[in-house]
């Protein structure tokens, strides 16, 4: 992925993606530990993007709280931006804006992006892989995902606090 926004947008930069499905499966047993390995070297950006396969309740909002303190205590000096789901959600996104907002952290909307119909995929999407190469969906389960190349909008859009 580092190659691809070197590439793609003429920017060099390190980053690194850790995916936590295992807290959308049983946020309430999620073992925060598992994060341990994302901090190996001194973050300057974090941003948190959870919750798009959880089922919400009320443990909803305090369980997302959780990994975005521990992220806070791991990572002290770190700009944490916290981003709701893509897919539209009237209870995720406001108790996702709200831990947000109760850590200090900024929160991006994602649910306009879904009313774009070029930020869905179809069967003929070309998204980028784990191993750096390119791949054409053939899966008609995964097509209505979002696409890969919305992934740089959040950060070109203004933060918000709150």
Not at 88 to 93: G, L, T
Request: aromatic content about 12%.
């Amino acid at each position: 992925m580092n190659g691809l926004v070197k590439t793609k947008f003429h920017l060099h930069v390190c980053f690194s993606a850790f995916t936590i499905v295992n807290w959308e499966r049983a946020y309430d047993t999620f073992d925060k530990t598992l994060l341990d390995t994302c901090f190996s070297a001194k973050a300057d950006f974090v941003v948190i993007r959870l919750g798009e396969n959880a089922i919400y309740s009320e443990r909803y909002e305090p369980a997302f709280s959780e990994p975005i303190q521990y992220v806070q205590s791991k990572e002290p000096s770190a700009l944490i931006v916290v981003t709701g789901c893509f897919w539209p959600s009237s209870n995720k996104e406001p108790a996702q804006k709200k831990a947000a907002a109760k850590h200090s952290c900024a929160f991006v909307s994602l649910e306009d992006l879904f009313y774009v119909s070029a930020n869905l995929s179809t069967t003929a999407t070309l998204v980028y892989g784990d191993d750096e190469t390119w791949h054409s969906i053939s899966e008609a389960g995964i097509w209505l995902k979002p696409s890969r190349f919305i992934l740089p909008i959040p950060v070109c859009r203004p933060l918000q606090n709150g």
